[in-house]
């Protein structure tokens, strides 16, 4: 039988981690990914945007079943932030309908976390 692990050290982060959050959206281009990826940044609506190479998307739109080459971008930020990014992103996609997805950092490294914190805050 082993020892019991002991307490985990309390965090020195800012908020608690469910504070946090990464959302995702796409897009079908490169150009409008990196454009959508600075607009969130310049307007401190995330601390981090990283966009991934070309996805594959298959979904149903209007009653028929498409394939599409997407670029899909994730968000770093701060859940008092979501309204604003939502509402960014809404303004400035051309998706009639665009993906915006907000999951929950579970834990983080608080150094990370307090970055993410700060710049964030200077909106």
């Known amino acids: 039988m082993s020892a019991p692990l002991p ?6 982060a800012p908020l608690s981690p469910s504070a946090y959050l990464t959302v995702l959206t ?12 600075r607009g969130v940044i310049e307007a401190r609506l995330a601390a981090c ?8 998307s298959v979904y149903r739109w209007q009653s028929v079943i ?7 971008i994730l968000f770093k930020t701060v859940a008092e932030r979501y309204d604003a990014l939502e509402a960014h992103l809404k303004a400035a996609h ?8 907000a999951l ?13 914190t700060e710049e964030t805050a200077g909106a």
């Open 26 to 37: 796409t897009t079908d281009s490169a150009d409008k990914a990196e454009a959508l990826a």
């Open 7 to 12: 307490p985990l050290p309390p965090s020195s």
């Open 49 to 56: 945007a990283q966009i991934s190479a070309p996805v594959t």
């Open 104 to 116: 929950p950092v579970v834990r983080g490294s608080a150094e990370y976390l307090a970055w993410l």
């Open 66 to 72: 498409e394939t599409a080459e997407e670029w899909q």
């Open 94 to 101: 051309d998706y009639d309908t665009p993906e915006i997805i």
